[in-house]
């Protein structure tokens, strides 16, 4: 399988920066404090709650000495992020290995449009998204109800976040950013992936015309298959869904999306050249931002016993609500033919606010589309159309 990204190793123009992300974490994750893990007090939420560490190259008391370029590293709101790992059951010399290892870190052609820089480590688990400051803040806003929500929803789909930092090489620019789980790190070779909105206005790759293999990432017009889940799992990663983006909701959040990984299980490639000829070529699309019956409607009932229990019937099923997910795909042009596929997916891209730029782009933009096909759209409007449409994807099997 085609590895993402390239490593970096010396000479790019990121080897320093990435040397002292790993020195960084290496101090953070691993200084002696770091070993008691007392309870969580509300003060380790607030936004002052942040530490600066100087690295010179000759080293210090408290930091080895080093080849990168001086820098200051900080680390923002540590003793939270610290239970967050604990959490997601993250081992904390598991974590500086991966990350601190003797391998270097892969950078990814910039998957985003945002200008976010994206590094993956070597084992495919983790991610680092460089962010902007506006971001790095919603986060620190939004912490304590995003660690009460995962804390309270082992399943949740939203992103696992596992650090929060910043790099201030001397004499250079502060980097922010943010360390991730890697949502399609699977066993299974991923076949196809798709970032999808809910929205239609744009929502093409933006590769139309380059090569497209199966590291690229394609958007909502280009699905055009369903998908086709068991009863229970339909059920819970609808309710699933639901909850997540209530508090998405909440927090005033969009622009989010759902990441979703296909892993074709037979004949693995011309099944899958199959559906994508299919999906590149179909004339008939899934209807945009139509119909689609109130999810209040179908889960209401369902979602009070939506527990554990219900689901696992000790056949081969996934601990983890959206990995390793059995489920059949069909395409929409080929009524019947069905796909065995495994599915991963997860909500990413969950730092942006609807702020005055956001709130320009809709009015910009709704002068060219038609409103409610545009991304940015406040984020009441926002998760009722993003869940609109992934339940016209997702359907149960009877
Ligand atoms: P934009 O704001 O323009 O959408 P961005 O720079 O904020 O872009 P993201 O949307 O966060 O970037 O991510 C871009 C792509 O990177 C995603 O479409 C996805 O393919 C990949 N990606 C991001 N986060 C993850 C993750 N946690 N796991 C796996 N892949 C991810
Ligand atoms: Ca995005
Ligand atoms: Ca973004």
Same mark, same amino acid.
């Given at each position: 399988?085609?590895?993402?990204?390239?490593?970096?190793?010396?000479?790019?123009?990121?080897?320093?920066?990435?040397?002292?992300?790993?020195?960084g974490i290496r101090y953070s994750v691993g200084k002696p404090a770091s070993t008691q893990l007392r309870?969580l007090r509300?003060s380790d939420f607030d936004p002052r709650e942040k530490f600066w560490t100087?690295?010179?190259?000759?080293?210090?008391?408290?930091?080895?000495?080093?080849?990168?370029?001086?820098?200051?590293w900080k680390d923002y709101c540590p003793m939270v992020f610290r239970h967050l790992r604990k959490?997601?059951?993250?081992?904390p010399?598991?974590y500086?290995?991966?990350?601190?290892?003797?391998?270097?870190?892969?950078?990814?052609?910039?998957?985003?449009?945002?200008?976010?820089?994206?590094?993956?480590?070597?084992?495919?688990?983790?991610?680092?998204?460089?962010?902007?400051?506006?971001?790095?803040?919603?986060l620190i806003?939004?912490l304590?109800?995003?660690y009460?929500?995962?804390?309270?929803?082992?399943?949740?789909?939203?992103?696992?976040f596992y650090g929060m930092h910043s790099?201030?090489?001397?004499?250079?620019?502060?980097?922010?950013?943010i360390v991730?789980?890697?949502?399609?790190?699977?066993?299974?070779?991923?076949?196809?992936?798709?970032?999808?909105?809910?929205?239609?206005?744009?929502?093409?790759?933006?590769?139309?015309?380059? !090569?497209?293999? #199966? %590291?690229?990432?394609?958007? &909502?017009?280009? @699905?055009?298959?369903?998908? $086709?889940? =068991?009863?229970?799992?339909?059920?819970?990663?609808?309710?699933?869904?639901?909850?997540?983006? !209530?508090?998405? #909701? %909440?927090?005033?959040?969009? &622009?989010?999306? @759902?990441?979703?990984?296909? $892993?074709? =299980?037979?004949?693995?490639?011309?099944?899958?050249?199959?559906?994508?000829?299919?999906?590149?070529?179909?004339?008939?699309?899934?209807?945009?931002?139509?119909?689609?019956?109130?999810?209040?409607?179908?889960?209401?009932?369902?979602?009070?016993?939506?527990?554990?229990?219900?689901?696992?019937?000790?056949?081969?099923?996934?601990?983890?609500?959206?990995?390793?997910?059995?489920?059949?795909?069909?395409?929409?042009?080929?009524?019947?033919?069905?796909?065995?596929?495994?599915?991963?997916?997860?909500?990413?891209?969950?730092?942006?606010?609807?702020?005055?730029?956001?709130?320009?782009?809709?009015?910009?933009?709704?002068?060219?589309?038609?409103?409610?096909?545009?991304?940015?759209?406040?984020?009441?409007?926002?998760?009722?159309?993003?869940?609109?449409?992934?339940?016209?994807?997702?359907?149960?099997?009877?």
């Amino acid at each position: 399988a085609k590895k993402q990204g390239n490593t970096i190793s010396k000479g790019h123009k990121n080897y320093d920066l990435m040397l002292s992300l790993q020195l960084g974490i290496r101090y953070s994750v691993g200084k002696p404090a770091s070993t008691q893990l007392r309870d969580l007090r509300p003060s380790d939420f607030d936004p002052r709650e942040k530490f600066w560490t100087k690295f010179p190259s000759k080293g210090s008391k408290i930091t080895p000495p080093h080849y990168s370029t001086e820098f200051k590293w900080k680390d923002y709101c540590p003793m939270v992020f610290r239970h967050l790992r604990k959490l997601f059951a993250l081992d904390p010399a598991d974590y500086m290995m991966a990350i601190c290892g003797d391998d270097a870190l892969r950078e990814l052609s910039s998957p985003g449009k945002s200008g976010s820089v994206f590094y993956l480590t070597q084992d495919d688990r983790f991610m680092i998204k460089t962010v902007k400051k506006s971001e790095l803040k919603v986060l620190i806003r939004m912490l304590s109800g995003y660690y009460h929500h995962v804390a309270k929803y082992e399943n949740s789909l939203i992103t696992k976040f596992y650090g929060m930092h910043s790099v201030k090489p001397s004499g250079g620019q502060k980097i922010r950013f943010i360390v991730m789980g890697n949502l399609l790190c699977s066993e299974y070779r991923i076949h196809q992936r798709f970032d999808l909105k809910g929205s239609s206005y744009g929502r093409t790759t933006d590769k139309a015309g380059e !090569e497209i293999d #199966e %590291t690229t990432t394609l958007k &909502d017009l280009d @699905l055009k298959q369903v998908f $086709h889940l =068991r009863s229970p799992w339909f059920k819970k990663l609808i309710w699933q869904i639901e909850r997540d983006c !209530e508090f998405l #909701e %909440t927090e005033g959040i969009m &622009d989010y999306s @759902l990441l979703v990984g296909i $892993h074709f =299980r037979d004949n693995a490639s011309s099944t899958n050249e199959g559906v994508f000829a299919a999906s590149r070529n179909a004339s008939c699309e899934l209807e945009p931002l139509k119909g689609g019956g109130s999810l209040d409607e179908i889960c209401s009932s369902e979602s009070e016993r939506c527990d554990d229990s219900r689901f696992i019937n000790g056949r081969n099923l996934p601990i983890q609500l959206g990995a390793n997910m059995q489920a059949r795909a069909e395409p929409v042009s080929r009524n019947g033919e069905m796909y065995e596929v495994v599915l991963y997916l997860g909500i990413i891209d969950i730092l942006q606010d609807y702020d005055i730029c956001k709130k320009l782009e809709h009015a910009y933009k709704s002068l060219q589309a038609d409103p409610t096909s545009i991304s940015a759209v406040d984020p009441k409007l926002y998760s009722r159309r993003f869940r609109d449409f992934i339940s016209r994807v997702f359907v149960e099997d009877d």
